[in-house]
């Protein structure tokens, strides 16, 4: 027969490894957007952690459209190159003071440049992505917002984007491919994006402790 002061004492340590299994996980967990079931417009498309594509491994795509009938539309924003603005649009001009480089926004046409841009009002022949934000492809935008010298750290470009047909992104999703989470502007213009998709993976599918106890043992431990 075991000491009811050992079963105590054991009843105690088991309680103090609970509290640090339910402490801890939410102390350094990091904060999280909204997930989502069904994709849309203004959401980040996060590739999962056993995603079988190596275009898409470890990436963060923001989706600027989604339509069921013509399909989706996004950009990877986690993925910079070392192609600067002035090499990437040699006839666009007010590009001589931009130190910044272009992003690499997906395996799709990678002839044609799309930037995103936060702005109070409407861009012209722009779409609107979320918040302030909007997205476009067209020349004469962007000259003007360089000739109206735009902020840097509100415009990002992009070569390349990423897209799917009508359904390819549902079925994707139901493979299990893909995360959805709310996207938020201050992640898609931050300086830094390179450590954007082991933050939000870290939401969408998080890699806690996990206490594997028989629940038999607590019930004799507490006696």
């Known amino acids: 027969m075991i000491p009811s002061q050992y079963l105590r004492s054991l009843g105690v340590v088991v309680f103090i490894i609970l509290a640090v299994v339910w402490v801890l996980p939410a102390a350094a967990a990091p904060v999280c957007g909204e997930s989502y079931r069904e994709p849309a ?3 980040f498309l996060v590739a999962a952690r056993k995603m079988s594509d190596p275009r898409f491994e470890g990436t963060v795509i923001l989706l600027l459209e989604h339509n069921k009938k013509r399909g989706t539309l996004g950009v990877i924003i986690n993925k910079n190159t070392d192609v600067a603005l002035t090499q ?4 666009v001009p007010g590009l001589a003071q931009w130190k910044e480089t272009i992003s690499y926004g997906g ?10 841009s936060r702005h109070s009002t409407p861009l012209p022949e722009s779409g609107h992505v979320l918040d302030d934000v909007y997205s476009s492809a067209s020349r004469v935008t962007l000259a003007k917002l360089f000739e109206e010298n735009q902020d840097t750290t509100t415009l990002r470009l992009f070569f390349g984007h990423s ?14 491919d893909w995360h959805l989470i709310s996207a938020d502007p201050s992640q898609i213009f931050a300086d830094d994006r390179s450590k954007l998709w082991p933050q939000l993976i870290d939401c969408a599918s998080p890699r806690g402790i996990q206490a594997n106890l028989n ?5 004799v431990g507490a006696l």
Not at 107 to 116: K, M, S
Request: proline fraction near 6%; avoid cysteine.
């Open 107 to 116: 395996p799709v046409a990678l002839n044609v440049v799309i930037f995103l």
């Open 163 to 176: 897209g799917w047909a009508a359904g390819q992104l549902d079925m994707e999703l139901e493979r299990g």
């Open 41 to 43: 417009k203004g959401q």
């Open 215 to 219: 629940w038999s043992f607590l019930e």
């Open 88 to 91: 990437a649009l040699p006839k």
